[in-house]
């Protein structure tokens, strides 16, 4: 059975969501409200899927997503946010999350990504890959200080555009000749290669910063 | 208040400087005064007058008309009385009166005080007393009041650019303690209501029938609860916009917005007229899908240029049928959103295979 943990910090919301997944058989280990208690929670239960709030009392989603992936790297997180902070959606995947959604979104959506996450799927809606094609033309225009900066395969480009367009990867799979799972892991190289390029980034401003331990 | 009370103290320095500077030609002129003890007195005078003057215009409340005339009349009897203290001929040819510089002082408090017209009306009424004293315009005597006219002026102007500057950053605070409190009601309205509405929504979709309708106007709710309390930066510059701001208020429970995560800036024209191209293309979806029919709105910030592409999941167009229409003259609003992206030197693009697509482009 699928260990879940939810971190959200409004009550009724999370009493909502961990009902509905107790109901499609999923094992809610813990629903807690704030950012310290969530790592604290996730590092010692170790779920497999984390649900996680970008809005925090005591803190951001991001540094929840840092804090459990520390803790317990192969836990999937998914985030789920009513916040329209751009920024900070991106920021989240950046860090390791594996997709997002707005909790607007309906049962039935919002319960397929979850079921997706569990499988360790990217979980893409269409503004999240706006963000994402916009963070690669970012990384693309701004000159590297560091590490070469990810680029985006011609294809990539195209079946993350297409995302962003709101088609289904069923559509799009159509579209362009390809399978269905062709077009799930040109979106999940997306991410992938985001988040690589992030975590070397964090590695060399902390050397930078004397942070590694090997300056006293 | 940074600039005009440091114009005040300058004024006041200057007041004390010109005394001094008059005390010294006194001492060096009084023998040949037709009366000395006239000239000490006036001398007494405007050392009184310059004490009582920088203690009234301290206070803020007293620098109004009443002193400012005050200032004026003193000032233009100490010059009207060295008619009978300097001699006549010594005042034709252009020496010095008894206050010299110190008139000038008035002048700068009446520009200060109001800005150039004050400052240029002082300077007109001394130049006149001046010259009456001199006896008539000539070269020598008319520098003078050339010189206080071009004081009163630049001082004038100077306050009133200082008090625009001045104005501009009061608006700039106002408006920005006005954010920050916007920020935090955003802060409470994203904890309570909106979760509460979303929470609604989604219950709402999957209960069916009337609860479904009730969790869809809940959805749309919260949208628009969202955008409304969503905090806009304020504009940088006043010719250029996000263009993400500006299409941000067609999201719904019905529009998809996708865009980058930082700010797509182009010019307020062309953020107006893509606006505009959006609104219609989504009256089309409207118009031709349903009230029902999803549409995404995806905003892409290329090198060369800005592309904004608007996809429905409705029927789309066959093929060929566009060039039909286009050869028949009805076209109607794709023909309208093409003239817009024209005009801005843009392009406009319409295909139909999953679904209608407009996809705008205008060139950096």
């Known amino acids: ?216 | 208040m940074g600039l005009e009370v440091a114009l005040w103290r300058a004024v006041t320095v200057y007041r004390f400087a010109s005394l001094g500077y008059a005390t010294i030609l006194m001492i060096n002129t009084w023998h040949i005064y037709t009366r000395p003890w006239l000239g000490w007195t006036v001398l007494g005078a405007m050392g009184l007058w310059s004490v009582l003057a920088t203690v009234g215009y301290a206070h803020k409340g007293l620098r109004e008309w009443p002193l400012l005339i005050a200032d004026l009349i003193v000032t233009v009897a100490c010059l009207l009385t060295s008619a009978w203290v300097v001699p006549p001929e010594r005042l034709h040819a252009g020496s010095a009166t008894l206050p010299m510089a110190w008139v000038a002082s008035v002048v700068l408090t009446w520009a200060i005080s109001g800005g150039r017209r004050r400052g240029v009306f002082a300077a007109l009424v001394i130049g006149a007393a001046d010259l009456w004293l001199r006896g008539g315009v000539t070269m020598v005597t008319i520098n003078a009041t050339v010189l206080l006219l071009l004081a009163g002026f630049v001082i004038g102007y100077v306050v009133g650019l200082a008090r625009d500057a001045e104005r501009q950053l009061q608006r700039a605070t106002e408006l920005e303690s006005a954010t920050r409190e916007r920020e935090r009601l955003a802060r409470g309205i994203h904890d309570s209501v909106l979760q509460v509405l979303s929470l609604i929504a989604k219950r709402g979709a999957g209960l069916g029938g009337e609860a479904a309708e009730l969790g869809r106007l809940a959805a749309e709710q919260e949208v628009a609860l969202r955008a409304l309390v969503s905090v806009e930066a304020p504009p940088s510059a006043h010719d250029s916009a996000d263009l993400r701001e500006s299409l941000r208020p067609f999201a719904s429970a019905h529009v998809e917005l996708a865009s980058p995560a930082t700010p797509v800036v182009v010019t307020s024209l062309v953020a107006r007229e893509v606006t505009a191209a959006v609104a219609s293309a989504l009256n089309n979806v409207r118009v031709h899908c349903g009230p029902s029919a999803k549409a995404w709105v995806l905003i892409e910030d290329e090198t060369d240029a800005v592309s904004v592409t608007i996809r429905d999941d409705g029927p789309g167009i066959p093929a060929g049928r566009l060039d039909e229409a286009a050869a028949e003259g009805r076209l109607g609003i794709a023909q309208s959103i093409v003239g817009r992206m024209r005009d801005i030197g843009g392009t406009a693009i319409i295909s139909g295979a999953d679904g209608t697509e407009v996809e705008l482009r205008v060139p950096r």
């Open chain 1, 1 to 216: 059975m699928t260990r879940v943990l939810v971190v959200d910090d409004h009550p009724m919301w999370r009493d909502g969501v961990a009902r509905d997944l107790t109901e499609a058989g999923y094992q809610v280990i813990a629903a807690v409200g704030e950012a310290k208690q969530a790592v604290r929670v996730g590092a010692s239960l170790k779920p497999d899927v984390a649900l996680v709030d970008l809005q925090l009392p005591d803190g951001s989603g991001v540094d929840v997503i840092h804090g459990l992936l520390a803790a317990h790297p192969t836990m999937r997180i998914l985030v789920l946010s009513a916040s329209a902070e751009q920024q900070n959606v991106l920021e989240a995947v950046k860090a390791g999350a594996l997709g997002y959604l707005v909790k607007s979104a309906g049962r039935e959506e919002f319960m397929e990504a979850v079921r997706r996450t569990t499988e360790g799927d990217a979980v893409f809606t269409a503004g999240l890959a706006g963000l994402v094609l916009g963070e690669y033309r970012r990384l693309a225009a701004t000159p590297a200080s560091g590490p070469a900066a990810p680029q985006l395969t011609e294809r990539e480009t195209e079946v993350l555009r297409l995302v962003a367009k709101g088609m289904s990867y069923k559509q799009i799979a159509e579209r362009l000749v390809l399978s269905h799972r062709t077009v799930q892991n040109h979106v999940q190289n997306t991410l992938g290669k985001l988040q690589l390029h992030n975590r070397v980034e964090l590695v060399r401003y902390a050397i930078e910063q004397g942070l590694d331990g090997s300056e006293s």
